[in-house]
């Protein structure tokens, strides 16, 4: 009777185990290395999560204090002051130095123990699930594999919780961008996998 019910628990917790071995199933929709022309500093990744859609920037770069820059000057011209989602855009992009200065002192901190590496590595997630949207930045190890690049951990450095406005257009003007697409086709772009998100 004993080995009976443990089988009977077993078998009404199989979905859930097969549920939670499938969490964070990732599906890459389209890449492209940013900036278009080299030297590239990363690359920009379309994806789905589950039932996120997800704009992963990757970042490798020996500027990233330059790279970094270009994002809040790409910011603040999206998204002037006094325009719905500016507040948020300041938001993201006063994280974005602090997680800058961070990836940048852990760099400092590697040199002085005798790691030599010239490229500093960040990663920037825009996240769209329901019923809620953020940016996460972390500190990735990053590794280059034929052309892409591939994520072997990540360090979460800060997750902002943005509005859902902000984060989908954002999340369109930077495919737009990276994939060199116009408005309408980039909106095509996410509007298939926006069911839910």
Request: charged fraction near 30%; charge should be positive; hydrophobic fraction near 40%.
């Amino acid at each position: 009777m004993k080995k009976f019910l443990v089988f009977l628990m077993i078998c009404l917790l199989l979905p859930e185990l097969s549920v939670a071995a499938q969490g964070d199933k990732e599906v890459l929709i389209r890449r492209a290395p940013v900036p278009a022309d080299p030297p590239y500093q990363g690359e920009v990744r379309l994806l789905r999560r589950d039932s996120a859609l997800v704009v992963q920037t990757l970042l490798n770069s020996k500027v990233m204090q330059r790279v970094v820059g270009a994002i809040q000057k790409k910011e603040l011209q999206n998204w002037p002051q006094g325009r719905e989602g500016s507040i948020d855009s300041r938001r993201y992009s006063e994280e974005l130095v602090l997680a800058f200065q961070t990836v940048r002192d852990r760099a400092k901190e590697r040199q002085k123990a005798g790691e030599r590496g010239r490229h500093l590595q960040l990663m920037i997630e825009f996240v769209l699930e329901e019923p809620r949207g953020y940016v996460a930045l972390y500190l990735p190890t990053l590794t280059q594999e034929d052309d892409r690049l591939v994520v072997q951990k990540k360090e979460l450095l800060k997750k902002l919780p943005l509005s859902r406005d902000y984060l989908r257009k954002d999340m369109q003007l930077i495919i737009q961008d990276s994939f060199q697409l116009e408005p309408d086709k980039a909106i095509e772009l996410l509007q298939p996998m926006a069911g839910g998100a």
